[in-house]
């Protein structure tokens, strides 16, 4: 009875995406060619089914469940809602895949079903056994969907990323087993409880170290942040979409939890962090202004948004978290609109954007205030996010006013390399093709979501007391 | 008063931008203009009628207003507030915004033969983004209409105007956002640091104070750098004012009056705002440093308009070294000097507006700018002409125009003021003059060598009307005269009734100045 009402009240998102894996793999076998139209209408339901179902579960007072092995708590509503979120915009842009490969629809739903079950385990993990075991079925689906159309250039980048999800993985293991020396412990709790009158040391600070590194992996930072640019040209625009969302957001909820728990035994992880994101930061801002493909832009484009958030990171505190809740909020939804433009328009290269102001002026308007909002100007919530993140940096103290400086500095680098983007649009050329009409899914998805990022903008004040009240609640 | 709603002011320009850019608005480029023409007239009375309303011994904000969404403020948690208001200081500059803006309209006309679906609208959104600088209670508030401004500003830029205007665009948008790094930095940290002193989150200028002595002088300086630099982008002082140049002479008439004419006082005015309101001890400290920074500016800038050759860099030089007198008013610390700085800022805008318009007109007859090839166009284009020595004599500092009460109201302010050593005033004070003759005789130079002269053959026949060949060779148009006709007047209006103005703002820079002095 006692691991019936574990799933009741803490366990219900999951199962509904584990009973929907099962219906997707069944289909899959015998249905392909005939019901592969309806594969991304079922998909779309069990997300909503999911979502709704977050409603039923108990987040106040938080749950533990299966042995305090998993939690369930505002935080963790919070973030699997942002997750399911991201997951519905990935199923309504994967039409092009259900086009294109039908004999593969459900499979392909089956898999990214998998990789959001994943997800939603690694946010409500409160083990770091649950948290491995999360990190590994997130790794290998991903690796699956990205090698999904079959082609010559997506082996090559599914085999890149399960090395480096292996390498990342194992230096996770790594810093978990030197932890567990240091506290004799798994659960974050129990870590938490013996490390309170812990004096530090060389060990623990390690071990933090490895496991932080490792997770860095997830959410496309230095060290592991080369990959996404790659992957993210070889493979499908969809599959791009979800390597730039769901495990951004699945590792930054459990990156926050441990640094939350423990950076105040051990501050030198937070610098280590900051130092990360500088790192992330100039890397991407330079591979974005020499880049031509905007499925690599995209990359470099989601290595300088995720050093933004890794700057919280760096100082986390119950009082700073907000911003890093706010951005991703933001984040998820111009991300999201600029994956939708490049889904709509379908083209790789950025020359191929010249003109495009007087082709087509609706999208190039969506599109600006979306890349407006990731450089942060207004009236887009991308100014209010990184002036958020600005503010709680400065907030810790006039030492982190150095890595504030280098962040803005660099962020002018950010902004012309965005800028190359909407100068390209707005280049005249001679005789205007006129373009067949394009999928709409991607094209309400861009209006959406871009109305979104300037709506966030002014509606400020209800979400940034949401976000404080799910950040004093942990 | 209540049907005078600054929310209206402010957002108006912004909401009619986007109705014609919607689809509901026809695709006719006549019934676009006329409706933009209109609303810019419209609106220029409506701010008008503030001041009429205006209590100029108010010694508070007039007209406060919060703006807020759906039930609460903009960021409740954070102190933040959309609050607006107007103080003499602001009323003045909003009121001039509205000016020059429905000048840049009506000059569209002529102007603007391409694209016209965008010209009106992106001149709107500036407008809204330039009234929310001067009229923002907030520093964020301040800095969202701030960071606004930039990309219609690229686009205005970018898309009319010669190959060169693609990257100077470019330069000038980049060169911005730099500076509004600074800016952030000095913000976040005032904001935070005035959150120790006070204990009441806040990001209200008015409650917002670093003089409490709290802090060691070279952390307060610190961030009045951050702000300075953030602003001498925009103002520009050199050796910041590249981008500005190349920006103001790259771009079309209408464009270069915008800039010189909007975008420079936003500098101005937030070095007012912040730098003088917010830091008083500090800038007391740094005023001789800013007087020499000015000094440079003018004496530089106009050394380098006599070797110009196009008659475009001669006018934006001007107006950057102008710039150069606002700071050495401000320098100052007197009320004479400060309320002349600010008159000065006016009087230039206009100026530098007119310059720019009858540029313009040039160019669009003789499709060029050397001034090599220009000469003797008096004879061809009479009323341009009638308006250059109107506006030529204010920008030269003739009595009766602005010019001249500007200038001398700065140099009585700069004699007045009390920094020592005396002879670093005397000296100061024989710079600025120096500057002012230098300024004249680049601006008078300009005028000599194109409108007056024996006219080259090639222009002889500008004035003939059987000349079909070129449209554009016209005479002068009813557009033309109409901005060149207002700005005239506006020039002449400052000159002899100079009080005016000066009696709106007088007792805000009285405030200011009797807090520093204590």
């Known amino acids: 009875m006692d691991f019936l009402a574990d799933i009741r009240w803490a366990f219900l998102p999951e199962l509904i995406i584990i009973t929907f894996i099962f219906i997707s793999a069944f289909l899959s076998l015998f249905f392909n060619k005939k019901l592969y139209k309806t594969s991304q209408w079922i998909a779309i339901s069990g997300i909503l089914t999911s979502f709704a179902s977050i409603g039923f579960v108990q987040a106040e007072p938080t749950y533990f469940a299966f042995n305090g092995s998993v939690v369930c708590n505002v935080y963790t509503v919070f973030f699997k809602s942002l997750i399911l979120i991201a997951s519905f915009f990935v199923i309504l842009l994967s039409k092009e895949i259900v086009k294109k490969k039908r004999e593969k629809a459900f499979e392909y739903f089956a898999l990214l079903y998998g990789a959001i079950l994943g997800s939603l385990l690694m946010v409500g993990a409160n083990d770091f056994l649950v948290a491995y075991f999360a990190f590994a079925l997130l790794g290998i689906t991903s690796t699956l969907l990205i090698g999904v159309p079959q082609k010559y250039n997506t082996k090559i980048a599914s085999t890149k990323f399960l090395l480096t999800e292996i390498f990342a993985s194992s230096i996770f293991l790594l810093g978990v087993s030197y932890l567990y020396i240091v506290v004799g412990q798994m659960n974050f709790d129990s870590i938490f409880s013996a490390l309170s009158g812990y004096q530090g040391g060389l060990l623990l600070a390690l071990a933090l170290i490895f496991i932080v590194t490792g997770i860095m992996f997830k959410i496309c930072a230095t060290p592991f942040a080369n990959y996404a640019p790659d992957i993210y040209k070889d493979t499908t625009a969809p599959v791009g979409t979800f390597l730039s969302l769901i495990p951004i957001i699945a590792g930054f909820s459990l990156l926050s939890r441990i640094l939350l728990l423990t950076s105040d035994f051990v501050p030198l992880v937070g610098v280590v962090v900051l130092i990360y994101a500088l790192i992330t930061m100039s890397v991407g801002v330079y591979g974005a202004i020499t880049q031509n493909n905007i499925k690599s832009f995209m990359g470099y484009s989601t290595m300088i948004q995720v050093s933004f958030m890794l700057l919280v990171l760096g100082v986390i505190k119950p009082y700073t978290l907000s911003a890093l809740l706010y951005y991703l909020v933001s984040y998820i939804f111009m991300n999201i609109a600029l994956w939708a433009a490049v889904i709509n328009y379908n083209k790789n290269n950025i020359s191929d954007y010249t003109g495009l102001a007087y082709k087509r002026p609706f999208y190039t308007l969506a599109v600006i205030f979306t890349l407006l909002s990731m450089i942060g100007f207004p009236p887009t919530s991308g100014f209010l996010a990184k002036l958020f993140v600005m503010s709680a940096v400065t907030r810790l103290g006039i030492i982190y006013l150095v890595f504030i400086l280098i962040m803005l500095l660099l962020t002018v680098v950010a902004f012309f390399a965005y800028l190359k983007l909407i100068n390209t649009m707005f280049k005249k050329i001679p005789n205007p093709i006129i373009e067949q009409e394009r999928p709409v899914f991607s094209k309400i998805t861009l209006y959406f979501c871009s109305g979104i990022t300037i709506l966030l903008c002014f509606y400020s004040s209800k979400i940034i007391e949401l976000c404080e009240l799910i950040s004093y609640s942990l | ?518």
């Open chain 2, 1 to 518: 008063m209540n049907f005078l709603s600054i929310l209206f002011l402010i957002f108006s320009p912004a909401i009619v931008a986007l109705l014609l850019l919607s689809p509901i608005f026809p695709n006719n480029n006549i019934k676009i203009r006329r409706f933009s023409k209109g609303f810019s007239i419209t609106h220029f009375i409506y701010s008008l009628l503030f001041l009429l309303y205006f209590n100029p011994t108010n010694l508070g904000w007039s007209y406060q207003k919060e703006l807020t969404f759906f039930g609460s403020s903009w960021i409740n948690t954070l102190g933040i507030r959309a609050n607006f208001g107007l103080d003499g200081i602001s009323l003045v500059f909003v009121i001039l915004t509205s000016f020059i803006t429905m000048l840049a309209i009506i000059a569209g006309k002529r102007m603007i033969r391409t694209k016209t679906r965008i010209y009106y609208p992106l001149v709107l959104i500036l407008q809204t983004a330039v009234l929310g600088v001067f009229s923002a209670k907030d520093i964020f508030l301040f800095l969202f209409f701030w960071l606004l401004e930039l990309i219609p500003t690229y686009l205005l830029i970018n898309q009319w105007g010669e190959k060169t205007s693609k990257s100077a665009a470019t330069k000038y948008v980049i060169c911005s956002f730099l500076g509004s790094m600074f800016l952030i930095l000095g913000m976040l940290i005032l904001y935070f640091y005035s959150f120790t002193i006070s204990g009441v989150l806040t990001a209200d200028i008015e409650n917002l104070s670093m003089s409490e002595n709290v802090f060691a002088m070279w952390f307060q300086a610190f961030i009045f750098f951050c702000f300075l630099i953030g602003f001498a982008i925009k103002l520009p002082i050199v050796p910041l004012h590249t981008a500005q140049f190349t920006a103001q002479n790259n771009s079309i008439a209408p464009v270069s009056m915008l800039l010189s004419g909007l975008l420079m006082n936003m500098g101005g005015y937030g070095i007012i705002r912040f730098n003088l309101g917010l830091f008083p001890e500090v800038f007391d400290k740094f005023a001789p440093i800013l007087m020499i920074l000015g000094g440079i500016n003018m004496l530089y800038c106009t050394t380098l308009a006599f070797i110009q050759t196009d008659i475009k860099k001669v006018v934006s030089l001007y107006g950057i070294a102008q710039c150069g007198l606002i700071l050495l008013g401000l320098g100052a610390m007197t009320e004479v000097g400060f309320e002349g700085s600010i008159f000065h800022m006016i009087s230039r805008s206009i100026i530098s507006a007119g310059l720019f318009m009858l540029v313009g007109s040039i160019y669009l007859r003789t499709k060029t700018t050397q001034i090599f090839t220009l000469s003797g166009l008096g004879e061809v284009m009479p009323i341009c002409k009638n308006f250059g020595i109107i506006i030529t004599l204010a920008a030269m500092g003739l009595p009766f125009l602005s010019g001249f009460a500007a200038n001398f109201i700065i140099l009585n302010g700069i004699i007045l003021s009390d920094i020592e050593p005396q002879g670093f005033i005397v000296t100061i004070g024989a710079i600025s003059a120096l500057g002012i003759f230098l300024s004249a005789a680049c601006i008078f130079r300009l005028f000599n060598d194109t409108f007056l002269g024996s006219v080259t053959s090639k222009f002889k026949k500008l004035n003939n009307k059987e000349n079909n060949i070129v449209i554009l060779r016209k005479p002068i148009t009813k557009t033309e005269i109409i901005v060149l006709a207002s700005l005239a007047l506006a020039v002449m209006f400052l000159g002899i009734f100079p009080n005016s103005i000066l009696d709106i703002f007088k007792v805000t820079t009285d405030v200011i100045i009797d807090f520093m002095k204590v």
